[in-house]
């Protein structure tokens, strides 16, 4: 039989990556609180199908995608034949969740008669109205600082003249390995030219309104010419 000592994990693990058990491990640990954010006056309990979790890249066509998400399916109230899905938006795939942007992604649903019927619930209504609020609210921040994010992208690369966001496009990250602080990611294009695509990056502080001095560009400007994605110069 081989020994092994109190080092052997911290050898052989890379902590360089997040592994699926790594993000479970983390979600088990936030448990109460993704049970808390989905209980209601008909949802009594949650029961997490810790298995399913799966992260992956939100398809938008552009090179670096629409984001990496986490997502998680569950059951509720002890019913076998009962799913929902939650999901977190991810900075990336060494990223963590960020538990206050935990989003229903499927509706709570049982299975009946053949058919699964969805479970609705005014106290669940009002709870997305409140996050869909803030959201707009988040939006409306940025759009208030819109020259000041344009003229720092303009500095970014002098031959741009003028910059296009995709306001419905911005998304809010978990708590990443590389930086430890929420972030928040907004895509846009420039030059009017929807062939372009750049990623802006803040990091986020209380609601996770993003602090404007932080911005960044995630990655260079790119555009696309014929099946690839080059640099905008």
């Given at each position: 039989?081989?020994?092994?000592?109190?080092?052997?994990?911290?050898l052989?693990?890379?902590?360089?990556v997040?592994?699926?058990?790594?993000?479970?491990d983390?979600?088990?640990?936030?448990?109460?609180?993704?049970t808390?954010?989905?209980?209601?006056?008909?949802?009594?309990?949650?029961?997490?199908?810790?298995?399913?979790?799966?992260v992956?890249?939100?398809g938008?066509?552009?090179p670096q995608?629409?984001?990496?998400?986490l997502?998680?399916y569950?059951?509720?109230?002890?019913?076998?034949?009962?799913?929902?899905?939650?999901?977190?938006?991810?900075?990336?795939?060494?990223?963590?969740?960020?538990?206050?942007?935990?989003l229903?992604?499927?509706?709570?649903?049982v299975?009946?008669?053949?058919g699964w019927?969805?479970?609705y619930?005014?106290?669940?209504?009002?709870?997305?109205r409140?996050?869909?609020?803030l959201?707009n609210?988040?939006?409306?921040?940025?759009k208030?600082?819109?020259?000041?994010?344009?003229n720092?992208?303009?500095?970014?690369?002098?031959k741009i003249?003028?910059?296009q966001?995709?306001w419905?496009?911005?998304?809010?990250?978990?708590?990443?390995?590389q930086?430890?602080?929420?972030?928040?990611?907004l895509?846009?294009?420039?030059?009017?030219?929807?062939?372009t695509?750049?990623?802006?990056?803040?990091?986020?502080g209380?609601?996770?309104?993003?602090?404007i001095?932080t911005m960044?560009?995630?990655?260079?400007?790119?555009?696309?010419?014929?099946d690839?994605?080059?640099?905008?110069e």
């Amino acid at each position: 039989m081989k020994l092994g000592t109190p080092l052997d994990h911290f050898l052989t693990h890379d902590y360089t990556v997040v592994t699926k058990q790594d993000q479970i491990d983390y979600l088990k640990k936030h448990e109460q609180e993704m049970t808390d954010a989905m209980l209601d006056k008909k949802v009594k309990s949650v029961q997490w199908q810790w298995e399913t979790l799966e992260v992956g890249t939100i398809g938008n066509g552009t090179p670096q995608g629409g984001g990496t998400m986490l997502t998680i399916y569950g059951k509720f109230n002890d019913i076998e034949d009962s799913d929902f899905v939650i999901g977190f938006e991810l900075k990336n795939t060494k990223s963590y969740p960020n538990m206050g942007h935990m989003l229903l992604m499927q509706p709570l649903r049982v299975l009946k008669n053949g058919g699964w019927e969805i479970v609705y619930d005014e106290e669940g209504d009002r709870k997305n109205r409140e996050r869909e609020d803030l959201y707009n609210q988040q939006v409306e921040f940025l759009k208030s600082h819109e020259e000041e994010m344009t003229n720092y992208i303009k500095s970014q690369n002098p031959k741009i003249k003028s910059v296009q966001y995709h306001w419905d496009s911005l998304r809010f990250s978990g708590s990443s390995v590389q930086y430890g602080e929420p972030y928040a990611i907004l895509f846009g294009n420039v030059d009017g030219n929807e062939e372009t695509t750049f990623m802006l990056e803040f990091k986020s502080g209380e609601n996770n309104f993003p602090h404007i001095e932080t911005m960044f560009l995630n990655r260079k400007i790119l555009i696309k010419k014929g099946d690839e994605w080059v640099n905008y110069e």
